[in-house]
């Protein structure tokens, strides 16, 4: 690797999950505002807080929201299933 390519604050900084408790080291320049957390290893390292992350977001762990599957219209019929068949026996 060529010598002197990176910025002065490339570190190793850990990027951290609150929501999973889940996080990962990883070498960045990310500006962390002065903020730094003791990880399982022991050592103090930079934190840099994620909102969400693949351990979190509920797209990649499969823990969606109930979702209505069954579309407007069914929904829509469900509800107005009883008036509409007492239209259809009056003619």
């Known amino acids: 690797m ?13 990027f951290y999950d ?8 990883i070498r960045s320049c990310a500006n962390t ?3 730094t957390m003791v990880w399982k ?8 807080s994620l909102d969400t992350s693949s351990a979190s977001h509920p797209v990649y762990t ?5 979702v209505n599957v069954e579309g407007r219209a069914s929904k829509f019929n469900q509800r ?3 008036m509409m ?5 009056d003619k």
């Not at 499969?62 to 109930?66: D, E, P, V």
């Not at 068949?85 to 026996?89: D, I, Q």
């Open 62 to 66: 499969g823990k969606q929201r109930n």
């Open 80 to 82: 107005y299933q009883s």
């Open 41 to 48: 290893d022991g050592v103090e390292y930079p934190l840099f």
């Open 18 to 25: 609150s929501g999973a408790d889940q996080g990962w080291l």
């Open 33 to 35: 505002h002065g903020k």
């Open 85 to 89: 068949s007492s239209f259809r026996k």
């Open 2 to 14: 060529k010598p002197d390519i990176h910025p002065d604050n490339y570190r190793t900084v850990l």
